[in-house]
């Protein structure tokens, strides 16, 4: 019952702020977390996929409220990209939103690999998975430049999203805390997908490690060799676009994301900059060799939908 209040609140605030484009959401559910039990769930079911939302959880609760509908620009990558032959490596997977969409576009749980750090997060995750059959793998590990390395994370229970990686033990006047987690490189999260190269059609890896994006590269060369796709974010907040400099230095090619429109390449940084209009967002963006067989196919998807755009993506 306690549950059904806190979710009724919560979309009559969302009706109100709608004007708005619902600012002030998320303020209004930490306003009311303290007086409401931190179990409280909801469980959001589209099109044979479950996930689990917790209603103190102000990043996802806008999901619980308006269904599966986010980061369609992803969506329209692995809806190119996902079939009963592609291996997803999901690192940074949250409470694994993209997994359970993985699973069941795969359908095969030996095929998708979710990675996650901290360890109520990890919880959650893993009930997300055992709600969807055990659809998807889960490691708790920390994705980085070299495996078996201890890390320290800084994890905020109230605001997941900005949990990161810190130099030392510690933690902060808002209630932060830091975690010991094992690291692991993305060429051995690799290592624990058990299929045959050609039973293989594309490896798609969706990279979200808050701040740690380089050393994931780095720990990424086989995988990159071999042709795989990233899915990765550049933040708003930073201006010189460290994680896309490093991304073409190692000569891939790049195109930033926009929901319902073609990907843009980007050839340099100040291109980019350009197109980071919004400094508390993160934007999306695919890597990949020139002659990987995934970006081809991603690429051919959207001009196959729009032929209109095909020049602009080949060239």
Same mark, same amino acid.
């Given at each position: 019952?306690?549950?059904?209040?806190?979710?009724?609140?919560?979309?009559?605030?969302?009706?109100?702020? #709608?004007?708005?484009?619902?600012?002030?959401?998320?303020?209004?559910?930490?306003?009311?977390?303290?007086?409401?039990?931190?179990?409280?769930?909801?469980?959001?079911?589209?099109?044979?996929?479950?996930?689990?939302?917790?209603?103190?959880?102000?990043?996802?609760?806008?999901?619980?409220?308006?269904?599966?509908?986010?980061?369609?620009?992803?969506?329209?990558?692995?809806?190119?990209? $996902?079939?009963?032959?592609?291996?997803?490596?999901? !690192?940074?997977?949250?409470?694994?939103?993209?997994?359970?969409?993985?699973?069941?576009?795969?359908?095969?749980?030996?095929?998708?690999? =979710?990675?996650?750090?901290?360890?109520?997060?990890?919880?959650?995750?893993?009930?997300?998975?055992?709600?969807?059959?055990?659809?998807?793998?889960?490691?708790?590990?920390?994705?980085?430049?070299?495996?078996?390395?201890?890390?320290?994370?800084?994890?905020?229970?109230?605001?997941?999203?900005?949990?990161?990686?810190?130099?030392? !033990?510690?933690?902060?006047?808002?209630?932060?805390?830091?975690?010991?987690?094992?690291?692991?490189?993305?060429?051995?999260?690799?290592?624990?997908?058990?299929?045959?190269?050609?039973?293989?059609?594309?490896?798609?890896?969706?990279?979200?490690?808050?701040?740690?994006?380089?050393?994931?590269?780095?720990?990424?060369?086989?995988?990159? =060799?071999?042709?795989?796709?990233?899915?990765?974010?550049?933040?708003?907040?930073?201006?010189?676009?460290?994680?896309?400099?490093?991304?073409?230095?190692?000569?891939?090619?790049?195109?930033?994301?926009?929901?319902?429109?073609?990907?843009? #390449?980007?050839?340099?940084?100040?291109?980019?900059?350009? $197109?980071?209009? !919004?400094?508390?967002?993160?934007?999306?963006?695919?890597?990949?060799?020139?002659?990987?067989?995934?970006?081809?196919?991603?690429?051919?998807?959207?001009? #196959?939908?729009?032929?209109?755009?095909?020049?602009?993506?080949?060239?």
């Amino acid at each position: 019952m306690s549950a059904r209040i806190q979710y009724s609140i919560l979309k009559g605030s969302s009706a109100v702020l #709608r004007g708005v484009g619902y600012r002030g959401l998320r303020r209004v559910c930490r306003f009311i977390t303290p007086l409401f039990p931190r179990e409280n769930s909801a469980i959001i079911e589209v099109e044979g996929r479950r996930l689990r939302v917790y209603l103190n959880d102000d990043y996802w609760v806008k999901y619980a409220l308006f269904g599966f509908n986010y980061e369609m620009e992803i969506a329209s990558v692995l809806h190119e990209l $996902l079939d009963c032959r592609a291996v997803f490596l999901d !690192c940074g997977a949250n409470i694994g939103y993209w997994s359970v969409y993985a699973g069941k576009k795969i359908g095969s749980r030996d095929r998708v690999i =979710a990675v996650e750090p901290t360890e109520s997060t990890f919880a959650r995750l893993v009930d997300n998975s055992e709600l969807n059959g055990n659809s998807f793998l889960t490691m708790r590990n920390a994705v980085y430049s070299r495996s078996g390395e201890t890390l320290q994370f800084l994890v905020d229970p109230a605001r997941h999203d900005s949990n990161r990686i810190v130099s030392e !033990c510690l933690a902060d006047e808002h209630g932060s805390r830091s975690e010991s987690v094992s690291s692991i490189t993305i060429d051995d999260v690799f290592e624990n997908v058990l299929i045959p190269d050609d039973r293989i059609s594309n490896i798609v890896v969706k990279l979200d490690v808050e701040g740690a994006e380089r050393e994931a590269f780095q720990g990424a060369q086989d995988l990159i =060799a071999r042709g795989a796709i990233f899915i990765y974010e550049d933040h708003g907040s930073d201006p010189k676009c460290k994680n896309t400099e490093f991304v073409l230095e190692c000569h891939l090619e790049t195109y930033f994301l926009r929901p319902g429109m073609q990907p843009i #390449r980007i050839r340099d940084l100040e291109q980019l900059a350009g $197109l980071k209009t !919004c400094l508390t967002k993160g934007y999306n963006l695919i890597a990949a060799r020139k002659d990987s067989t995934a970006m081809m196919q991603v690429l051919a998807g959207l001009v #196959r939908k729009n032929p209109e755009i095909g020049s602009d993506l080949v060239n």
